[in-house]
């Protein structure tokens, strides 16, 4: 049964940092495009950034481009997204989720999908 899961959220001050993991079982991630994705409360999902299956291309919502980065451990069956430098606005619950698309932020393109888990910037 392929499932993913988050891990990784927490509350944390603004400026600080949090890496978010998203862990396979049942199929191996290094065939899919990976996206992580965030939906806060009264908005609708958003991408926030896509690691492609081809050649690892990476891609970013352009308010975290260059506060966040997205990697992948094949070896492990994991992507990962670091977060630095993190704001209020960066509150939502984040989700991961894989599929056999070209790098997209669209989650409509994404076929399996993890719990998602909370980030909370706050002072």
């Known amino acids: 049964q392929a499932q993913l899961v988050e891990s990784g959220g927490g509350l944390v001050q603004p400026g600080g940092s949090l890496r978010l993991s998203c862990a396979a079982s049942?199929?191996?991630?290094?065939?899919?495009?990976v996206g992580w994705f965030r939906q806060a409360p009264g908005k609708g999902r958003e991408g926030v950034s896509c690691i492609s299956h081809s050649d690892d291309s990476t891609y970013y919502l352009s308010s975290v481009e260059g506060r966040f980065t997205i990697s992948r451990d094949n070896a492990k069956n994991t992507v990962y997204l670091q977060m630095s430098s993190l704001e209020p606005e960066d509150t939502a619950v984040y989700y991961c989720?894989?599929?056999?698309?070209?790098?997209?932020?669209?989650?409509?393109?994404?076929?399996?999908w993890g719990q998602g888990t909370q980030v909370t910037v706050s002072s």
């Open positions: 989720a894989a599929g056999d698309v070209a790098g997209t932020l669209d989650p409509a393109e994404y076929d399996y």
């Open positions: 049942g199929f191996t991630l290094d065939y899919y495009a």
